[in-house]
């Protein structure tokens, strides 16, 4: 499904400057959403091998797993606190701060953001309303709300994730809006071979040893 893009304020950080801000977050949660992706998928491959898990147990399985990585990791992330219903569990979130940004991890395939249903928070959320949290005891409040969306390909492994900046809640997915939502480059991305070393520079060598030995053959002259 194709999200409405919205032109963006100013204020609002484009796709680069949040992956920017958001620093060493993004390989972070490529490591422990993976992690989150295979102890789902072994889960599958013992209990029920070769059958589709329930989606509820399979996003809760993936959600436990993913918040566990992310406090080995530093991140204080916890699982979302809307108000959810059975038909609404697949779709149930991670939710941390990092550098006064609230980063919701939700699951959206192929990279569409989910309806916010009846939760008055998310759709706060979706419309950049700014909340405050704590920063030990100081009160601090948020600049902007980002979405990272993941979805599971047909081995249960993690498909890829999207980086989002929401822009109006919905009900439905079809309801929601975006001011932009890119792919979150792998961090394997980009790593090839290094490039070779340069060549040496010139040190003109010849010409010193040339300098050197010419003075040796002039005494040789003169004897």
Same mark, same amino acid.
């Given at each position: +499904?194709?999200?409405?893009?919205?032109?963006?304020?100013?204020?609002?950080?484009?796709?680069?400057? &949040?992956?920017?801000?958001?620093?060493?977050?993004?390989?972070? %949660?490529?490591?422990?959403?993976? #992690?989150?992706?295979?102890?789902? !998928?072994?889960?599958?491959?013992?209990?029920?091998?070769?059958?589709?898990?329930?989606?509820?147990?399979?996003?809760?399985?993936?959600?436990? #797993?993913?918040?566990?990585? %992310?406090?080995?990791?530093?991140?204080?992330?916890? &699982?979302?606190?809307?108000?959810?219903?059975?038909?609404?569990?697949?779709? +149930?979130?991670? !939710?941390? #701060?990092?550098?006064?940004? #609230?980063?919701?991890?939700?699951?959206?395939?192929?990279? !569409?953001?989910?309806?916010?249903?009846?939760?008055?928070?998310?759709?706060?959320?979706?419309?950049?309303?700014?909340? +405050?949290?704590?920063?030990?005891?100081?009160?601090?409040?948020?600049?902007?709300? %980002?979405?990272? %969306?993941?979805?599971?390909?047909?081995?249960?492994?993690?498909?890829?994730?999207?980086?989002?900046?929401?822009?109006?809640?919905?009900?439905?997915?079809?309801?929601?809006? &975006?001011?932009?939502?890119?792919?979150?480059?792998?961090?394997?991305?980009?790593?090839?071979?290094?490039?070779?070393?340069?060549?040496?520079?010139?040190?003109?060598?010849?010409?010193?040893?040339?300098?050197?030995?010419?003075?040796?053959?002039?005494?040789?002259?003169?004897?």
């Amino acid at each position: +499904m194709q999200i409405a893009i919205l032109p963006r304020p100013d204020g609002l950080p484009d796709f680069k400057e &949040a992956l920017a801000a958001l620093g060493r977050v993004p390989a972070t %949660l490529y490591n422990g959403l993976e #992690h989150a992706a295979f102890k789902t !998928s072994s889960f599958r491959d013992v209990e029920c091998p070769g059958e589709r898990l329930d989606c509820g147990l399979s996003a809760s399985l993936f959600r436990f #797993h993913g918040i566990r990585h %992310l406090h080995k990791e530093g991140i204080d992330a916890v &699982a979302d606190r809307f108000t959810w219903t059975f038909d609404r569990l697949p779709f +149930m979130g991670i !939710s941390f #701060h990092y550098e006064r940004l #609230h980063v919701r991890v939700l699951k959206g395939p192929g990279g !569409s953001l989910p309806g916010c249903g009846a939760s008055k928070t998310k759709n706060r959320f979706y419309g950049q309303i700014p909340t +405050m949290y704590l920063i030990g005891k100081k009160p601090t409040r948020t600049k902007a709300n %980002l979405i990272v %969306l993941w979805d599971f390909d047909e081995a249960y492994g993690l498909a890829k994730l999207w980086l989002a900046l929401p822009s109006g809640g919905g009900r439905r997915p079809q309801d929601v809006s &975006a001011y932009w939502c890119e792919p979150i480059p792998h961090p394997a991305e980009g790593i090839g071979t290094p490039p070779p070393p340069p060549p040496p520079p010139d040190d003109d060598l010849g010409d010193l040893i040339q300098r050197e030995e010419t003075p040796k053959q002039q005494r040789k002259t003169h004897r």
